[in-house]
């Protein structure tokens, strides 16, 4: 333990003996195996790996908890304070550990890579196998993922008292530099542990191995660290136990990466059931399809949420698409639908000359041109020679299209309580949908659920009225109970699956939900039963919502 002392003036260096006298380099309060400046770099290098690796832990829960429990501003919020919160309790607490640094700093490291590494694993597990529970443990994988948090934080908490400790027993300073080295190098630790998990470890390794490896570095320096710079701060049997604590943890690590494959497949198929397809990892999302073999119905799943279902997708795109080709379609623009089965609908019309696709995920666009299932699904609409696709952000796209370009809009995007989603349905992005508009011009939008997401929906079409638009709405229901279809987060085995979708058309002149009479004549839709949706959307009327902006989204997650 560090004995009380006057503070020292500033820029002078100060000695300290040790109960047993100087050892090593002249101050020093240990032996070191190394020399004090050689000390004092492997300290801070340290701070660095675990600077990374605790960052790593945070952004892996975040991003676990958006993919599994759905993309909003309060998974983010929750992770982020919770944990920040914790790291304050667990500096105070570390306090207790000074007088044992060394053996508490190895300890610490020890439980933070067990816990961090293992944490995405265990997340995905209870989401699993436990997700649809229901009654008491309804909230059971929203508990675990805070409880993560809380336990990751007070570990990342209680590593810089004790590194200050440790550092300071190699070499005493004022504690003014002391802290500042630290901070650097625990900040541009963090710097690097930021830029590799979106770069490297998610789109190399994946959420769940790259967690394991970042555990095991992290078990791997700390345990190094402490045995082999302070072994001299430490009892046989504290040693010992340090030994054989990291030895554990990293035999489970490096177990559980062996198994992670085998658990992934178990995992999806207790999700989405045994018939899982393809499962890919693209530069956007995880892309998962289901069935469309032996006549079972095709799911498409974007980042755990069903994006299309065989068994109603039908009624959905034509919906979407017909009635907002009642006039001039000669040039039609789709945002997003890299599905094809949106453009699949544009193209039974006559007299369509061109289609634009914009669809930011390339991945998407291979799997519905080279599946079987998925192609045979949007009948290679991808592959006229009227479409041209382009991978591109629907919003930076429309800011470098031209004006009065197409005849058609259509807006096939996630629902807008998905955060990724939210700017493309504020009245920025409206206002340059309106912009590409010809004369004439509709926009057609789906804006989620009526009957589940009323303000939502509503909020959009208040948010098209803001940019300049005239709106009519409608729905169209008989969506199979328990199936969440669409591009809209639903839970596929409840009572609150998502049973309709709601669609708002949009032009500079009130527009008519109306289907054309010259074109084809679609399978679930009729001019009588539009009419009815019509009235069907209006009896669910929200008053006055104010539109979303980007600034000042409205939607909920």
């Known amino acids: 333990m560090i004995e009380p002392q006057a503070p020292a003036p500033p820029g002078s260096a100060q000695s300290w003996e040790g109960p047993g006298g100087p050892a090593g380099d002249a101050g020093s309060a240990l032996r070191l195996p190394v020399r004090q400046g050689t000390g004092r770099f492997l300290v801070l290098t340290g701070v660095f790996v675990c600077a990374a690796c605790g960052l790593v832990y945070e952004l892996e829960l975040v991003a676990l908890a958006t993919y599994l429990m759905g993309d909003s501003v309060a998974q983010t919020s929750v992770v982020l304070s919770v944990m920040v919160f914790a790291m304050g309790i667990g500096s105070l607490a570390a306090k207790r550990l000074r007088r044992h640094a060394a053996a508490g700093f190895?300890?610490?490291?020890?439980?933070?890579?067990?816990?961090?590494?293992?944490?995405?694993?265990?997340?995905?597990?209870?989401?699993?196998?436990?997700?649809?529970?229901?009654?008491?443990?309804?909230?059971?994988?929203?508990?675990?993922?805070?409880?993560?948090?809380l336990a990751t934080g007070l570990l990342i908490g209680a590593e810089v008292p004790l590194l200050m400790e440790l550092i300071q027993r190699i070499r005493r300073q004022d504690a003014g530099r002391a802290v500042a080295d630290l901070s650097a190098a625990d900040y541009v630790g963090a710097l690097v542990g930021g830029l590799a998990f979106p770069f490297l470890l998610l789109p190399l390794l994946g959420q769940l191995t790259g967690a394991l490896i970042t555990g095991a570095v992290n078990a791997a320096v700390g345990g190094a660290l402490v045995l082999g710079l302070f072994r001299q701060d430490l009892t046989r049997r504290a040693r010992r136990l340090l030994v054989t604590a990291n030895v554990c943890v990293l035999a489970v690590l490096a177990?559980?990466?062996?198994?992670?494959?085998?658990?992934?497949?178990?995992?999806?198929?207790?999700?989405?059931?045994?018939?899982?397809?393809?499962?890919?990892?693209?530069?956007?999302?995880?892309?998962?399809?289901?069935?469309?073999?032996?006549?079972?119905?095709?799911?498409?799943?974007?980042?755990?949420?069903?994006?299309?279902?065989?068994?109603?997708?039908?009624?959905?795109?034509?919906?979407?698409?017909?009635?907002?080709?009642?006039?001039p379609h000669a040039r039609v623009l789709v945002l997003g639908g890299g599905d094809g089965l949106a453009v699949r609908e544009v193209l039974r019309h006559t007299g369509v000359r061109r289609v634009d696709v914009v669809e930011i995920d390339a991945g998407v666009v291979r799997l519905a041109r080279r599946d079987p299932a998925l192609s045979a699904l949007n009948t290679h609409a991808l592959d006229d020679p009227r479409v041209r696709v382009t991978t591109a952000d629907a919003f930076d796209w429309l800011r470098g299209a031209p004006p009065a370009a197409y005849d058609v809009v259509v807006s096939d995007l996630p629902h807008p309580?998905?955060?990724?989603?939210?700017?493309?349905?504020?009245?920025?992005?409206?206002?340059?949908?309106?912009?590409?508009?010809?004369?004439?011009?509709?926009?057609?939008?789906?804006?989620?659920?009526?009957?589940?997401?009323?303000?939502?929906?509503?909020?959009?079409?208040?948010?098209?009225?803001?940019?300049?638009?005239?709106?009519?709405?409608?729905?169209?229901?008989?969506?199979?109970?328990?199936?969440?279809?669409?591009?809209?987060?639903?839970?596929?085995?409840?009572?609150?699956?998502?049973?309709?979708?709601g669609f708002v058309l949009a032009a500079r002149n009130v527009p008519v939900p109306r289907l054309d009479p010259a074109g084809p004549r679609p399978r679930t839709l009729t001019d009588a039963s539009l009419t009815a949706d019509v009235r069907a959307a209006e009896r669910t009327r929200v008053a006055g919502p104010p539109p979303s902006t980007l600034v000042h989204p409205r939607y909920s997650g």
């Open 106 to 149: 190895g300890a610490v490291e020890a439980a933070l890579a067990l816990v961090g590494g293992c944490s995405a694993m265990a997340l995905y597990a209870v989401f699993a196998w436990t997700g649809d529970w229901g009654g008491a443990w309804a909230s059971g994988p929203r508990a675990l993922l805070v409880a993560f948090s």
């Open 255 to 327: 177990s559980a990466a062996v198994l992670v494959d085998d658990f992934e497949r178990a995992a999806r198929h207790a999700m989405y059931g045994s018939d899982v397809r393809v499962a890919l990892q693209t530069d956007v999302q995880e892309v998962l399809l289901t069935g469309g073999r032996e006549g079972r119905p095709l799911n498409l799943f974007l980042d755990g949420r069903l994006r299309v279902s065989g068994r109603d997708e039908l009624r959905y795109h034509e919906a979407l698409v017909h009635p907002a080709m009642y006039g």
């Open 417 to 501: 309580g998905i955060t990724a989603s939210t700017k493309l349905y504020s009245q920025e992005f409206y206002g340059l949908a309106r912009r590409v508009l010809a004369p004439g011009g509709r926009l057609v939008v789906h804006g989620g659920a009526v009957a589940t997401r009323p303000r939502d929906f509503w909020t959009v079409d208040a948010t098209l009225r803001a940019a300049g638009l005239r709106t009519a709405v409608y729905r169209v229901s008989g969506r199979r109970a328990g199936f969440a279809a669409g591009p809209d987060r639903g839970a596929t085995a409840t009572a609150h699956a998502h049973r309709d979708w």
